[in-house]
C-alpha cells in the first residue's frame, strides 16, 4: 500500500485512493461535501494538549515529534483499528489541515502504519 500526505484544502484527485483526515478537528471553512473525505479518524491525531504546544506555543517540531510518537505508541489500538481499515486499498492519502507541509504528524503517523 502506497501511503501519501496532502493537505486537505488542496483539491481532492483521483491519485489519492482513499482519503483519511487524521486531525481531531474538521478543517475550517472545508465543506465535507468539498474535502471528499473517506474516513476521519480522529483517534490517532495528536492530542489537544500536544496540538496547542505545537501550533501555537512553539514547540520545536523535534519534541513534538518524539512526543506524538509517545501518544502513538500508547495509543496502538487506535493505529492497528486504522491499519485494518486500510487493508486492501492500493493508495491511501493521509489528510491534514495545518499549513506547514514538511513538518505536521502524517509523516510520523505513516511511520506508526508500516510499523
Known amino acids: ?8 484544502y488542496e483539491e481532492p484527485a483521483a491519485a489519492d485512493g482513499f482519503r483519511v483526515l487524521v486531525d481531531r ?5 472545508l465543506s465535507k461535501q ?3 473525505v473517506d474516513l476521519w479518524d480522529k483517534d490517532v491525531a495528536p492530542s489537544a494538549e500536544l496540538r496547542t504546544a505545537y501550533h501555537h506555543d512553539g514547540m520545536p517540531f523535534e519534541d513534538f515529534a518524539t512526543a506524538y510518537r509517545a501518544e502513538l505508541k500508547a495509543n496502538a489500538d487506535a493505529v492497528a483499528a486504522l491499519r485494518r481499515q486500510l487493508e486492501g486499498k492500493d493508495v491511501v492519502t493521509l489528510l491534514y ?4 507541509t514538511e513538518h505536521n504528524h502524517t509523516g510520523l503517523l505513516r ?3 508500516r510499523a
Open 34 to 36: 468539498r474535502a471528499e
Open 25 to 29: 478537528l474538521w478543517p475550517r471553512g
Open 1 to 8: 500500500m502506497q501511503i501519501l500526505s496532502k493537505r486537505v
Open 97 to 100: 489541515a495545518t499549513s506547514d
Open 111 to 113: 511511520e506508526a502504519l
